[in-house]
């Protein structure tokens, strides 16, 4: 599965950065086609790889992608719809984001 969408939110999934870019220029192709903006200001980019690999990103240079010939920024992590979706493959930020919320509705 390579794309979620919910309303006008998308996620974009994908193995390898030419697959990204292979993407985005579809999102592009049909945005130019059907007269839309995908915002490259409200886009995120985040690399999630395994704790063991994680050296691979330090020694290489990060990968750009652009929509709308915009680049995009790099994250660590994001919220999407409610969730936090972080580079570390764990729930640590998940879980200090709802014990805030619950300390804060208390």
Sequence with gaps: MGALAYADDIVLLAPTP????????????????????FNAKKSKCLSAVPRKRRS???????CSFTVGGNSTDFVESFVHLGHVISSKLDDCE???????FFYRTR
């Design 94 to 100: 998940v879980i200090e984001n709802r014990l805030c």
């Design 18 to 37: 030419s697959a990204m870019r292979r993407m985005l220029k579809i999102c592009d192709d049909y945005a130019n086609e059907h007269s839309i903006i």
């Design 56 to 62: 691979l990103l330090s020694r290489g240079k990060i």
